[in-house]
């Protein structure tokens, strides 16, 4: 069983929807969550960096982390044909020093 | 402000040939850290440095993978003898470990195919 694991996808909704991309985790030691998104061609991207449970908003994206059942979600609202991209989520726990355990990445796409 | 800088962008090179790939990290950045990433694996952490010493290269799969850090502003990853197998593209990231955990930035990578 994989620390992290995210669902591939491709997951295809049109413009405007809400999308929710997930990610589940099994080593409880994990305290620090981040989201990067990824265009084709280009590095990850840092979207949204978290250490606590509860929600992060920044603008139209909302981070939420759920300690207790080890889950972590992002969602994006009012999404955009250019939010289609590679949505990574990546974890590190305090034992590790910085070293981040990434899930496999959800591809998104947003239609027009 | 200047992000991580990898060159070269592209690499084509044949099988058995050394390959060099570079890396600038965001000034003032302590840590810095080397991935590969494939379709089938997804984002590998091969080796990061502490203010310039490596301290886990546990991920480096071969002794044909070496990387250095002489200075605070560069870096190097070096394949000697390159394989097919090693095609994928390679990532450079750094952070910062002011004021604890601090997420990596990361650079636009290079693309490495080894015919």
């Known amino acids: 069983q994989k620390e992290v694991e995210q669902d591939p996808g491709p997951l295809s909704v049109p413009e405007g929807a809400i999308v929710s991309l997930n990610c589940t985790y099994s080593?409880?030691?994990?305290?620090?969550f981040m989201w990067y998104r990824q265009y084709s061609r280009k590095g990850p991207e840092l979207l949204m960096y978290?250490?606590?449970?509860g929600n992060k908003e920044d603008g139209r994206f909302t981070a939420q982390v759920d300690k207790s059942s080890k889950y972590i979600s992002l969602f994006i609202r009012d999404s955009q044909p250019s939010d289609s991209a590679t949505y990574l989520c990546?974890?590190?726990?305090?034992?590790?020093?910085?070293?981040?355990?990434f899930g496999a990445g959800t591809i998104l796409r947003v239609k027009s | 402000d200047a992000g991580v800088i990898q060159s070269p962008r592209h690499e084509v090179t044949e099988m058995g040939q050394e390959v060099t790939l570079r890396c600038k990290p965001i000034?003032?950045?302590?840590?810095l850290f080397w991935y590969r990433q494939t379709m089938m694996r997804g984002l590998e952490l091969l080796i990061y440095?502490?203010?310039?010493?490596?301290?886990?290269d546990s991920g480096m799969p071969e002794d044909r993978f070496s990387a250095k850090m002489p200075n605070a502003s560069f870096s190097t990853l070096k394949i000697q003898p390159s394989e097919p197998r090693d095609s994928a593209v390679y990532f450079c990231?750094?952070?910062?470990?002011?004021?604890?955990?601090?997420?990596?930035?990361f650079g636009d990578g290079t693309r490495l195919s080894i015919l």
């Open positions: 000034s003032g950045h302590d840590y």
């Open positions: 978290t250490y606590s449970s």
């Open positions: 440095f502490n203010n310039n010493v490596p301290i886990d």
């Open positions: 990546a974890m590190i726990p305090l034992s590790y020093g910085n070293k981040l355990v």
């Open positions: 080593n409880s030691a994990f305290q620090y």
């Open positions: 990231a750094s952070s910062s470990g002011t004021g604890g955990v601090q997420p990596q930035h």
